[in-house]
């Protein structure tokens, strides 16, 4: 009987092992650790993909007042990046919606490859959205100079020279 009961112990260590070493644990803090730190940089980012928007539909308005004002000067140009820039800027918003609609937080509780295999994901998901998020804040920023130095060069003040 005794040894019935220390082969069904051993039996249940080998089926269940022992838990994680601290090499698996401190794996994934630190992959965790990581998704944290990307979930926090592109939260603090949404914020200013909101006023790039905001940036942007002001410039579409200005556009639109200066095209009837200016209709020479304006003549072949359209706000199509502005257009385009904003809807960049659109999508990289909603995919960090989607992605933290969707977010689990990591459980150390949870076997180490099935832990490691969510925050590989996690991370991988973040990575594509932060390329999103720097993309469209390209196109945006690009957009806006080059529609605020029209707006400059149009409203400057014409100097008038005397012969």
Request: proline share 2%; aromatic share 4%; net charge neutral.
């Amino acid at each position: 009987m005794k040894h019935t009961m220390w082969f069904l112990v051993l039996l249940s260590l080998t089926l269940t092992g022992c838990g994680k070493t601290a090499e698996q644990k401190a794996m994934e803090e630190s992959l965790n650790a990581e998704v944290l730190k990307l979930h926090e940089r592109q939260m603090d980012e949404m914020k200013e993909l909101k006023d790039l928007i905001s940036g942007i539909d002001i410039e579409l308005s200005n556009h639109d007042r200066l095209a009837a004002a200016h209709p020479r000067e304006f003549a072949g140009k359209t706000p199509d990046d502005l257009v385009t820039a904003k809807n960049a800027l659109v999508a990289a918003r909603a995919a960090m919606q989607t992605w933290m609609s969707s977010y689990k937080m990591y459980d150390p509780g949870m076997k180490h490859e099935d832990a490691m295999t969510k925050l590989t994901k996690d991370r991988a998901d973040l990575v594509q959205i932060q390329a999103s998020i720097d993309s469209a804040r390209g196109v945006a920023n690009a957009a806006l100079d080059a529609h605020r130095a029209l707006v400059a060069q149009l409203t400057a003040p014409r100097t008038t020279s005397k012969k």
